[in-house]
């Protein structure tokens, strides 16, 4: 079935040390969603991927999208304690009404 | 409402038992996801509707769970006869349809099931 990986399962950096998550797919995805969850919260939106290829910055998140739709990356600059949860991307496939597909989600931690 | 409402927020029931968990999504999102989060685990999706319409149940694990939103609004998972492998988060998402594309999801706080 389909199926969205993701990597790294956990990384652990030091503040102010750069973060990047890789999300991997075998087939087109029609767009891709990222979703960050606090410990003991609820995933929360951060930003849609449509076009092949697009890169989109909140602040020091940086998204991409790969230029055959079957990747995709979050990296953060100069993390932050704030930054601490989990990472998911969710990819959707055929139509865009379909349901969203989860990565497994990377686990940051931030020591201060 | 301001956001997505789950209740109860903790439920704990005995191997068995039938449960029912609602979801009240954001007033005029015509999408509604139910999924189910085990420790440590990304979202798995079990089911979609659009309006009271069922699209999509192929997450369904079994046919001990069903799921309905009668009047296009509030929806309820059912879990029937438990076992101790549904504990889990079971999260509703909703959205809004745009020209026929879904835009971002709203999560509730989701319902801990446990089953002893």
């Known amino acids: 079935g389909q199926q969205v990986m993701q990597i790294p399962q956990y990384q652990h950096v030091q503040e102010g040390e750069d973060f990047t998550t890789y999300c991997n797919s075998s087939t087109t995805l029609s767009n891709i969603q990222w979703y960050k969850q606090r410990p003991g919260g609820h995933p929360v939106f951060l930003i849609q991927l449509v076009k092949s290829g697009e890169v989109k910055k909140q602040k020091r998140l940086t998204f991409q999208f790969g230029e055959a739709k079957k990747n995709s990356s979050l990296h953060i600059t100069a993390t932050q304690t704030t930054d601490v949860g989990t990472y998911f991307c969710?990819?959707?496939?055929?139509?865009?009404?379909?349901?969203?597909?989860f990565g497994k989600g990377t686990k940051l931690s931030v020591k201060p | 409402g301001a956001g997505v409402s789950q209740s109860p927020r903790y439920k704990v029931a005995k191997r068995g038992q039938d449960v029912a968990l609602r979801c009240d999504p954001i007033?005029?999102?015509?999408?509604l996801f139910w999924y189910q989060q085990a420790l440590g685990q990304g979202p798995e999706f079990l089911t979609y509707f659009q309006n009271e319409a069922q699209l999509d149940k192929s997450g369904l694990p079994s046919d001990r769970f069903f799921a309905e939103r009668p009047e296009g609004s509030v929806s309820t998972l059912k879990i029937q006869r438990t076992q101790q492998e549904d504990s889990a988060v079971y999260l509703c998402a909703s959205s809004l349809l745009y020209r026929r594309v879904n835009t971002e999801a709203f999560f509730g706080q989701g319902t801990r099931l446990t089953v002893v």
């Open positions: 969710a990819g959707r496939y055929g139509g865009s009404q379909g349901n969203l597909i």
């Open positions: 007033s005029g999102h015509v999408s």
